[in-house]
């Protein structure tokens, strides 16, 4: 089981589960996108640059081997003209400076080949410059190497330009933050809804809830409630249905101690009314009786098998001990009260309060049918473990056998006023054991119960 | 039908302390035991009832504490296994509500002597009262007088009838076992293990032989011995009718 921890907020959690990724693919989505901006401008700049340069390699013209730049003053200025940054240029063979500022370098770093030229960056005139070299090589002289430097100022623009396209990018993120916001506000509003739906109900009301307006996905949630108050409506159901006939079951005892006083109080002498109130006595008993055994169904109620304890026992023991329980009322009534046992104990897993309740009822329905003189027989059996309680009473007829274990049903030669609930304990008690119970004709006419619990038996009332 | 004892010189005068917070039993009870001559206190809590158990400490005040569970201020299972760990001997008989055969057997353990479940027959707490004395008087070789049995434990000579019984050690345990039990069932079981107690190991048909012999030299006596066939075995007085 897992340890107790704070319930999760669900709008939280699908919140998380979709912002995040959101996020993350958006900025990954926007530093890939500015990174191949950047790189395409520098490429873009480059070229421009390189082209420059070879624009004015086209003008270097040899004469006898010596190369001279033949570039007209307007077209220098058009070449060096910029609004922003500062353009320099050289052009030298062998080391000669034949046009422009000497001293650009002749190399330098991210060097990047673009269409027969190169660029690199480096420093001039104590500014960092991006620099263009076309080198001529004629066959018959002196190479010739056109420079041309150009300061960042524009590229540092154009990249400052670039963050621009990132605010449609956060634009998105918030228009599709906000969406996911709504959107799981919305899934999760039925969830409330559905909450305070049920919560209006009467707090004791027990009626199924209904699932129209229900997402499908909750639709188990609700089939789980509904049937967990179906169980609880039949367990009020099972309890009421009992506290009535509890109730009953006293009622009429209790009448009969009613009327028993009033015609005590009425008696002409004190002989006749303690007779009266030794009746009262025996009724009194009686319905002490009925108290335990009701409280006995009670126990053995499914809602209660849960906390059942099943433990290895000897039945030789417990039949000892519910036996010895009763030998007074057996003797009062002269009544040969016998235990017939092998001579070792009798093993069976149980719960020896239970079987010793079972046993309790067999023998007091055994003690009030059999009469004077008669005799009842408890026996206990090993492989299979075996307890039955036969007695030398009338007998129960063929045809009630099975309805006397129903509960509060009482066969035709039914005495006394005992409440028609032995049997259906000893059954429910049997059945929680998965024993089996069998009502017969015992070898004196009368009847013969035998509770018969299964070989290697595996109990698992304890269902999770 | 049983009749109260006579008062003989054997039997003391029972004084007894009731632990019970419901009125009207305690009520009826004092008045049923003082109409029989016992001396009876009734107390309400464990509280008050530690209080007069200690308000005359060292001198044994009472001879039988009738102790009731559900107590207001406390479980009375585990006041008597905290008490008894002192060693006080005063036989105690629970009262209680709990009709299951675990609470019981709690009970038994906690040292209570005798068990008795709500709502109970009045005279079957009485007698119970009366055995758990004359299982004190037999354990401590007591005189006892049960019915027309005078038994004298410091002499090892029974009486039935005013006639004397010529019984040989081993039956005059068992007839103060049987005594000790009366009128109800003394399972077999317990008088095997009482036996094998006194370093008599017996098989139980041991001691049904023991059972047998006694119940041959009662013959014709008004003292008999029934046997509950696996059960065990209970011993029947004559009575003496009152006054």
């Known amino acids: ?464 | 039908m049983r009749r109260s004892l006579r008062r003989s010189p054997y039997s003391a005068v029972v004084r007894l302390l009731l632990v019970e917070d419901d009125v009207v039993i305690a009520r009826e009870l004092l008045l049923r035991w003082g109409s029989r001559g016992w001396m009876a206190q009734a107390r309400a809590s464990l509280v008050a009832a530690e209080e007069a158990l200690a308000s005359k400490a060292g001198n044994p005040h009472y001879d039988l504490i009738v102790l009731d569970l559900g107590l207001p201020d406390g479980d009375g299972v585990e006041w008597l296994t905290r008490w008894r760990r002192d060693d006080r001997r005063i036989p105690v008989i629970m009262l209680t509500a709990r009709d299951r055969i675990a609470d019981r057997v709690r009970g038994l353990h906690s040292g209570a002597d005798d068990y008795l479940v709500k709502p109970f027959d009045p005279d079957e707490l009485d007698a119970r009262i009366e055995a758990v004395q004359r299982r004190g008087q037999v354990s401590r070789g007591e005189r006892l007088q049960y019915g027309r049995i005078t038994w004298l434990g410091d002499q090892g000579i029974a009486f039935v009838d005013g006639q004397p019984l010529e019984l040989m050690p081993r039956e005059f345990e068992v007839l103060g076992l049987l005594l000790g039990r009366a009128p109800r069932l003394l399972p077999k079981r317990w008088l095997v293990d009482a036996l094998a107690e006194r370093n008599l190991n017996l098989a139980d048909s041991a001691a049904e032989v023991y059972v047998s012999r006694l119940r041959r030299k009662l013959a014709g006596s008004s003292a008999t011995i029934r046997t509950l066939r696996g059960f065990g075995y209970v011993l029947e007085v004559g009575v003496e009718k009152d006054g």
């Open chain 1, 1 to 464: 089981m897992p340890g107790p921890r704070r319930a999760r907020w669900l709008k939280v959690d699908l919140l998380l589960r979709l912002l995040l990724p959101l996020l993350v693919i958006v900025a990954a989505a926007a530093g890939f996108g500015a990174y191949t901006a950047q790189q395409l401008t520098a490429r873009v700049y480059d070229r421009w640059l390189v082209d420059a340069a070879r624009s004015v390699a086209a003008q270097v013209r040899f004469e006898q081997g010596a190369a001279a730049l033949d570039l007209p003053p307007i077209a220098e200025s058009i070449l060096l003209f910029d609004d922003n940054d500062r353009i320099y240029f050289s052009v030298e063979q062998g080391g000669r400076l034949i046009a422009g500022r000497a001293g650009i370098p002749l190399a330098g770093d991210n060097e990047s080949r673009i269409a027969r030229g190169t660029a690199y960056d480096s420093s001039f005139d104590g500014q960092p410059v991006r620099v263009a070299r076309v080198t001529l090589e004629p066959s018959d002289t002196a190479a010739v190497t056109v420079l041309i430097a150009e300061t960042g100022l524009k590229r540092e623009h154009s990249a400052q330009e670039l963050v621009t396209i990132m605010w449609p990018m956060l634009a998105l993120v918030v228009a599709a933050g906000l969406s996911i916001l709504l959107a799981v506000r919305g899934a999760v509003r039925p969830l409330q809804v559905i909450a305070s739906r049920w919560n209006e109900r009467s707090p004791v009301s027990l009626q199924p809830v209904g699932d129209e307006g229900v997402p499908r996905e909750l639709l188990p949630f609700t089939a789980a409630l509904n049937s967990l108050l179906a169980r609880i409506r039949g367990l009020l159901a099972r309890e009421r249905q009992f506290a009535a006939v509890a109730a009953h079951q006293l009622r009429t005892p209790l009448a009969g101690l009613q009327l028993g006083l009033a015609r005590a109080a009425k008696a002409a002498d004190v002989e006749q009314a303690r007779a009266v109130i030794g009746e009262l006595s025996q009724a009194t008993e009686r319905t002490a009786r009925i108290v335990q055994q009701l409280l006995a169904l009670g126990r053995i109620d499914p809602e209660h098998r849960g906390d059942m304890n099943f433990v290895d026992c000897d039945l030789v023991a417990v039949a000892e001990d519910v036996g010895a329980a009763y030998a007074d009322q057996a003797l009062a009534k002269n009544v040969d009260l016998e235990l017939a046992a092998i001579d070792r104990p009798v093993s069976a897993r149980v719960v020896p309060d239970l079987v010793a309740e079972a046993l309790a009822n067999l023998l007091d329905n055994a003690l009030c049918y059999t009469p004077a003189g008669g005799r009842i027989l408890v026996e206990v059996h090993a492989h299979p473990a075996t307890i039955r309680v036969s007695d030398s009473g009338p007998g129960i007829a063929e045809d009630e056998r099975e309805a006397v274990f129903d509960r509060f049903v009482r066969g035709r030669t039914a005495r006394g006023d005992g409440s028609g609930l032995g049997l259906a304990i000893v059954r429910e008690i049997a059945a929680l054991h998965h024993a089996g119970v069998a009502l017969t004709d015992s070898a004196w006419g009368g009847t013969s119960v035998t509770i018969e619990f299964a070989p290697a038996q595996r109990v698992d009332v304890r269902s999770s």
